[in-house]
Nanobody
């Protein structure tokens, strides 16, 4: 499983850094991603990073404001800057199993979900 940390309450324009750590197994060879779910809405893709860290992907709504990265210990990070009220959601990290061939932009492609972390942006 993967566990997300680092959420909190922040004002509009502020920053937060989320962390995602694995538990029970490694994800060295997996695409890892961040997804979020706001109250009453479907879970949506936010960002993803390849196993090597060489390629990153972002939803249009966060492009230019969020930055995803991962280290050699398989911890993944999401640096969130210029936060907006519409970024308020529970943020989850997950990974795509090697046997899944779906789009990395689709939440259905991800497994190994853990508990999310709440991010609240106040205006």
């Amino acid at each position: 499983q993967l566990q997300a940390y680092g959420g909190g309450l922040v004002q509009v324009g502020g920053s937060l850094r989320l962390s995602c750590t694995p538990s029970g197994r490694t994800f060295n060879n997996n695409i890892m991603g961040w997804l979020r779910q706001a109250p009453g809405q479907e879970r949506e893709f936010v960002s993803a990073i390849t196993a090597s860290g060489g390629s990153t992907f972002y939803a249009d709504s966060v492009k230019g404001r969020f930055t995803v990265s991962r280290d050699t210990k398989n911890t993944m990070y999401l640096q969130m800057d210029s936060l907006k009220p519409e970024d308020t959601a529970v943020y989850y990290c997950a990974a795509i199993p090697s046997y899944i061939s779906g789009s990395l932009y689709s939440p259905d492609s991800y497994e190994y979900w853990g508990q999310g972390t709440q991010v609240t942006v106040s205006s």
